[in-house]
Nanobody
Framework: QVHLVESGGGSVQAGGSLALSCVAS????????MGWFRQVPGKEREGVAIAYAGINKAVYSDSVRGRFSISQISQDGAVYTVNLQMNSLNPEDTAMYYCAAGRLHLNTNAPFAPEKFKAWGQGTQVTVSA
């Protein structure tokens, strides 16, 4: 079982920046991807960004590409860490942000398929005011 702990988030004015961090521990041996999703009440969970372990490959959603940056996954034994830098935030970025870990094919055409992510964090709130 993989355990995820998120940190960061908070409130910021439009145009500002925030950073999120996620630490995965436990049975991470089968994990090759970590990423971030977000959700607002009444809407489906949306993929934001993912990073593959061991290689410099990241995938971003169209809504955040150019503004958000996900770090490479740092691996210290069975402990994996990934960070998300969020710049030029706007009120539409307001959501609960969830870290997720799973296993994806390198060239998948569905990088944000939630069923591929077997572990999820508790979520951290990001609020952007106009």
């Amino acid at each position: 079982q993989v355990h995820l702990v998120e940190s960061g988030g908070g409130s910021v004015q439009a145009g500002g920046s925030l950073a999120l961090s996620c630490v995965a521990s436990g049975d991470t041996y089968s994990t090759n991807v970590m990423g971030w999703f977000r959700q607002v009440p009444g809407k489906e969970r949306e993929g934001v960004a993912i990073a593959y372990a061991g290689i410099n490959k990241a995938v971003y959603s169209d809504s955040v590409r150019g503004r958000f940056s996900i770090s490479q996954i740092s691996q210290d034994g069975a402990v994996y860490t990934v960070n998300l830098q969020m710049n030029s935030l706007n009120p539409e970025d307001t959501a609960m942000y969830y870290c997720a870990a799973g296993r994806l094919h390198l060239n998948t055409n569905a990088p944000f398929a939630p069923e591929k992510f077997k572990a999820w964090g508790q979520g951290t709130q990001v609020t952007v005011s106009a």
